[in-house]
């Protein structure tokens, strides 16, 4: 009986199992492989909304210093007509 086995026979009913443990490991692999790219696109996803976050500091602060400056050119432009305005009065009173 040992000699047959060893050859093959008489073992038909573990075939069917090697056959259920071999797609039960496919179905395990496809399965893992589903969760990597699930994961994989989670941090694509997060990855994107970290930059655009990134992004949009830096055209908020781009825009504060514009108008930071428009803001000092105005202040400069007022300083100088009132000191010219300054100027003028003091060349009539003389």
Do not use: F, N
């Amino acid at each position: 009986m040992r000699h047959s086995r060893r050859i093959g026979h008489g073992t038909g009913g573990s075939t069917t199992g090697r056959e259920e443990q071999r797609e039960e490991q496919r179905e395990e692999q496809r399965e893992e492989q589903r969760e990597e790219q699930r994961e994989e696109q989670r941090e694509e996803q997060r990855e994107e909304q970290r930059e655009e976050q990134r992004e949009e500091q830096r055209e908020e602060q781009r825009e504060e210093q514009r108008e930071e400056q428009r803001e000092e050119q105005r202040e400069e432009q007022r300083e100088e007509q009132s000191s010219g305005c300054r100027w003028l009065l003091k060349l009539r009173r003389s």
